[in-house]
């Protein structure tokens, strides 16, 4: 999303309202794939004497990932608002600074990181998921040919307490 801010530069101070749609690329998270569907942006912005452009506003979205208990698909709702400041003829590959140069401020960096800021620690399917289901080795597998790869460690642990 891009933002036509010649109007702003020409007249400083004069607040400028903006509202549309950014999409985000699907993010790897701790090892998990998190897809974010497009996310909604609305705000204002202005100019300053030198140049540089203050945006602040607020962005909503969707997450989706797996649920951190049982795997299942789960969503977050993200909201967050955003106030930051795009420095005119700054390096655009610095981090931790919004850069701009000519007529136009892109969002896409601002919006994919106030994104991923909003997202849970923990995605869950719903919030009394159980995960899943605990099942004692000795017992036999509900379905044939299921294997349990902890039941070894369960038995030396019980061989080890007979001694």
């Given at each position: 999303m891009k933002l036509d801010v010649s109007d702003a530069l020409a007249h400083p101070g004069q607040e400028i309202s903006f509202s549309g749609s950014q999409a985000i690329a699907d993010q790897?998270?701790?090892?998990?794939?998190?897809?974010i569907d497009?996310?909604?942006?609305?705000?204002?912005?202005?100019?300053?004497?030198?140049?540089?452009?203050?945006?602040?506003?607020?962005l909503r979205t969707i997450a989706h990932a797996p649920c951190a208990n049982c795997l299942e698909d789960a969503i977050a709702e993200i909201e967050n608002e955003f106030d930051e400041v795009f420095q005119r003829g700054g390096d655009p590959e610095d981090d931790e600074i919004f850069a701009y140069e000519g007529h136009e401020v892109s969002l896409d960096k601002l919006v994919m990181s106030y994104a991923v800021m909003a997202l849970p620690i923990r995605f869950l399917c719903r919030e009394d998921c159980p995960g899943f289901e605990y099942r004692d080795p000795d017992v036999a597998p509900a379905e044939p040919g299921i294997q349990y790869p902890f039941a070894g460690l369960q038995q030396l642990l019980e061989n080890n307490e007979e001694v």
């Open positions: 790897e998270i701790s090892g998990m794939i998190v897809r497009d996310c909604t942006v609305e705000g204002s912005f202005l100019s300053d004497e030198e140049g540089n452009i203050s945006v602040r506003g607020k």
